[in-house]
């Protein structure tokens, strides 16, 4: 168990669609991360937040968003969803940033029909 | 373009039979090479951190080593727990986002 929670587990929704995917990081840790891991493009980083701020920015598409909240939680929200957005979501937090380990939380899998 | 290549795509062992996986790297300024397990449908779990050329992990059966272009997991005496897809990350440059290989699956049988 790496400390961080991801919430749902699993998720089908219909295209055109919007959910939102929630993360706890590990007690401790102020950086957030979103990865997107699909069968064609393996693991891709989306977004990092770094205590509530918006720090590194990967390859997220504009229908997609984050935030990370005053008790760094962190959401995704995917809006105007498409059958290619169906792949599993991770979060990874670390302490800090910059050369730091990033530990991975269980997943959420999108299933957009 | 920085890059990682993990070779090769896919293992097969036999219980007991020892093995390496190579991560190859292309990047500037490697801040950090890591190495996580990941089984299927589940979340990358960590391994390893290595942070400069000679440096060597080790835990149980697995031993992570690091050069200027690649880094090498050992699995020494495998177990069928041991299956699993393993990935190879690095953070490089001014960024924290970690760029992944593809991975290698990893199959151990009895």
């Known amino acids: 168990d790496s400390g961080v929670t991801q919430t749902p587990k699993h998720l089908i929704t219909a295209t055109g669609q919007r959910v939102t995917l929630r993360c706890s990081p590990r007690?401790?840790?102020?950086?957030v991360y979103w990865y997107q891991q699909s069968l064609d493009q393996g693991l891709q980083f989306l977004i990092q937040?770094?205590?509530?701020?918006?720090?590194a920015k990967g390859n997220i598409l504009e229908r997609f968003s984050a935030q990370q909240f005053p008790d760094l939680h962190s959401e995704l929200n995917l809006s105007s969803l498409e059958l290619g957005d169906s792949a599993l979501y991770f979060c990874?937090?670390?302490?800090?940033?910059?050369?730091?380990?990033?530990?991975f939380g269980p997943g959420t899998r999108l299933l957009v029909l | 373009e920085d890059q990682v290549t993990q070779s090769p795509e896919a293992l097969r062992l036999q219980e007991g039979e020892s093995s390496s996986l190579n991560c190859s790297y292309t990047v500037s300024g490697l801040r950090g090479l890591f190495w996580y397990r990941q089984d299927p449908g589940k979340g990358p779990e960590f391994l390893f951190t290595l942070y400069s050329a000679g440096e060597e992990k080790e835990k149980e059966r697995l031993k992570a080593t690091l050069t200027k272009k690649e880094s090498f997991l050992h699995i020494t005496a495998p177990k069928p727990e041991d299956s699993a897809t393993y990935l190879c990350?690095?953070?490089?440059?001014?960024?924290?986002?970690?760029?992944f290989g593809a991975g290698t699956r990893l199959a151990v049988h009895p």
């Open positions: 007690s401790g840790d102020l950086s």
């Open positions: 990350a690095v953070q490089a440059g001014g960024y924290n986002k970690l760029i």
């Open positions: 937040y770094y205590n509530g701020e918006e720090r």
């Open positions: 990874a937090s670390s302490p800090s940033g910059l050369g730091e380990t990033q530990y």
